[in-house]
Each structure stands twice: as structure tokens, then as C-alpha cells.
């Protein structure tokens, strides 16, 4: 399983960001998939989450003004977040929940917002 983050970067408070999470050996559709993420120095969290029936799960800091969804047809994961704040800055990880053994991390892409 190998799964790859993109579209991190900068942006101005109050601006839109979309990360997208590409997987391979893999069927997003099947597994509970989701985003992470971590300060330096601070434990990583839950940002949001979809199960395979297409529930979703959010964290309160981000409920509201976040979406995360799944296109089966690519085996992609997206994440948008609109009305960004400098507390969203951190690093997110892309994330697959194993049925067995450890799960599965993306590397990771840097998103960082300014005031």
C-alpha cells in the first residue's frame, strides 16, 4: 500500500485549500480512509474521516468548513478545507485504517497558513 499526499502549501487566512491522496495497491473504496494531522512537538490528530459506506467524520476545529471525499474511479481521497486558519498549519498525513496489523501513513505535505 503506498499512498501519496498532494496540493499542500501556502495560504492566506481565510483562503481555500484542497489535498489530495492518491492511493495504489489499495481500494479506497473498501477501506476507512482519512487525514491527519501534526505540529512539531504535538501528538498527530484526527482531521476527518470516511468510512466505506461514505459516513464521514470531522473534528470539531474543522467541522463545517472541511469536506473530505473519495473518487473510486482514481482510488483518490480529497480533503477541502475552506476558511483557513493559522491554527490548520501543520503537516497532514494521508491515512488507511488496516483490518489487521499497523495502518497504513502517507509521507506527508506541509500546509501552512498565514496571517
Known amino acids: 500500500v503506498q499512498l501519496q499526499a498532494s496540493g499542500g502549501g501556502t495560504v492566506q487566512t481565510g483562503e481555500s485549500l484542497t489535498l489530495s491522496c492518491s492511493a495504489s495497491?489499495?481500494?479506497?473504496?473498501?477501506?476507512?480512509m482519512g487525514w491527519y494531522r501534526q505540529v512539531p512537538g504535538s501528538q498527530r490528530e484526527l482531521v476527518a474521516r470516511?468510512?466505506?459506506?461514505?459516513?464521514?467524520y470531522y473534528a470539531d476545529s474543522v467541522k463545517g468548513r472541511t469536506t473530505i471525499s473519495r473518487n473510486n474511479a482514481e482510488n483518490t481521497v480529497r480533503l477541502q478545507m475552506n476558511s483557513m486558519k493559522p491554527e490548520d498549519t501543520a503537516i497532514y498525513y494521508c491515512?488507511?485504517?488496516?483490518?489487521?496489523?499497523?495502518?497504513?501513513w502517507g509521507p506527508g505535505t506541509q500546509v501552512t497558513v498565514s496571517s
Open positions: 495497491g489499495t481500494d479506497v473504496s473498501r477501506n476507512v
Open positions: 491515512h488507511q485504517q488496516a483490518t489487521s496489523g499497523p495502518d497504513f
Open positions: 470516511i468510512l466505506t459506506t461514505g459516513d464521514t
